[in-house]
């Protein structure tokens, strides 16, 4: 977890600006901006391929770390911030203790502003 948030870090300071791979279509064209995007089009990355990654490499006499292409990277890697989706699974499920554990810890917060005034 450590590592996955030093390499997005690293990550972010390197790549500010975000790049598309392919051109926009010219502006004249109706036929091509009537057509959607498929997903594969758009980059998923904020870093193009062979971007150095500085911070990444932290032992001596190692070789310094490349971005990949967003196809070698797997899919779930482009998920892993999306937050969690539960469905609601009957009394006594995950869904029901995952609302009990964010109200319990909602009114620890409350309490202790209150116990600072």
């Known amino acids: 977890m450590f590592l996955l948030r030093r390499a997005q ?22 036929s091509e ?31 310094t ?3 990949k ?8 890697l482009w998920t892993i911030l999306e937050p969690k989706k539960l469905e609601y699974d009957g009394p006594g499920g995950k869904y029901e203790r995952a609302e009990r554990r964010k109200e319990n810890k909602q009114r620890i917060k409350e309490r202790n502003f209150m116990l600072t005034q």
């Not at 870090?9 to 109706?30: E, W």
């Not at 990355?45 to 032992?59: F, I, K, Q, R």
Request: proline fraction near 8%; glycine fraction near 4%.
């Open 33 to 63: 901006s009537s057509q959607k995007q498929s997903p594969a089009a758009t980059p998923k990355s904020s870093c193009a391929a062979d971007t150095v990654l500085t911070g990444l490499n932290y032992l001596k006499g190692q070789e």
């Open 65 to 67: 770390v490349l971005a």
């Open 9 to 30: 870090n690293s990550i972010c300071t390197i790549c500010r600006y975000r790049s598309y791979t392919a051109k926009a279509a010219a502006a004249g064209s109706p």
């Open 69 to 76: 292409p967003d196809e070698w990277y797997p899919d779930w």
